[in-house]
């Protein structure tokens, strides 16, 4: 199975910064890759997928890069609505596996 | 519009059997190249993907749980199902079904575009 290791667990920034979160597949993933936002008591919801493109109705201050093993989320401007958990899932091979979630609150 | 609905029983006892049901509309499983999953994820941790179907009837399981689960589909009348066998308390949690849009290049299933609003299933004595 390909591990998803995803860092940090948890973090906290003000309104209007600039966050990054980290995800390290076990092996190349060919940006097979995807990031999910989910907010408390609600079902995750896409926001990233081949690792750089922004799904429908996304706003433009998330976005993702990488290659490999290595990928990143970023959300610039953070906004008060942002306040979810952030979840890493590889779909270049069978098991598909999930990074273990970045809880982002704010300060 | 996509949408998915999953249910199921809410609560169950140890080694008995499990089945959910995925109700969707705005596609369909008969569509080249879309895909329907399970997902679940227990009280306040991470998700875990159980299994996908698509739409010629190709199958994926997780393999930690392979020999206790079954996906199927009823194309006609759009729904997926799953069933997991022996259950105990540690398959408590949050049960979702998830729609995969298309396959990449080598035919491999993609992302989960749109997901389910969940169902709680409590397994106890």
């Known amino acids: 199975d390909i591990q998803m290791t995803q860092s940090p667990a948890s973090l906290s920034a003000s309104l209007g910064e600039t966050v990054t979160i980290e995800c390290r597949a076990s092996?190349?993933?060919?940006?097979?890759l995807a990031w999910y936002q989910q907010k408390p008591g609600k079902s995750p919801q896409l926001l990233i997928y081949n690792a750089n493109s922004l799904h429908t109705g996304v706003p433009s201050r998330f976005s993702g890069s990488g290659s490999g093993t290595q990928y990143s989320l970023k959300i610039n401007s953070l906004q008060s609505e942002d306040v979810a958990s952030y979840f890493c899932?590889?779909?270049?091979?069978?098991?598909?596996?999930f990074g273990s979630g970045t809880k982002l609150e704010i300060k | 519009q996509v949408t998915l609905k999953e249910s199921g029983p809410g609560i169950l006892q140890p080694s008995q059997t499990l089945s959910l049901t995925c109700s969707f509309s705005?596609?369909?499983?008969?569509?080249?190249?879309?895909?329907v999953s399970w997902i679940r994820q227990p009280s306040g941790k991470g998700l875990e993907w159980l299994a996908t179907?698509?739409?010629?009837?190709?199958?994926g399981y997780n393999p930690s749980l392979k020999n206790r689960l079954t996906i199927s589909k009823d194309t006609s009348n759009n729904q997926a199902f799953l069933k997991i066998t022996s259950v105990d308390t540690a398959d408590t949690a949050i049960y979702y079904c998830?729609?995969?849009?298309?396959?990449?290049?080598?035919?491999?299933?993609?992302?989960?575009?749109?997901w389910g609003q969940g169902v709680m299933v409590t397994v106890s004595s």
């Open positions: 998830a729609r995969i849009p298309g396959l990449d290049r080598y035919g491999g299933p993609l992302y989960f575009d749109y």
């Open positions: 092996e190349d993933i060919y940006n097979g």
């Open positions: 705005g596609f369909s499983l008969s569509t080249s190249g879309i895909c």
């Open positions: 179907i698509c739409w010629e009837d190709s199958k």
């Open positions: 899932q590889q779909y270049y091979d069978y098991p598909f596996t």
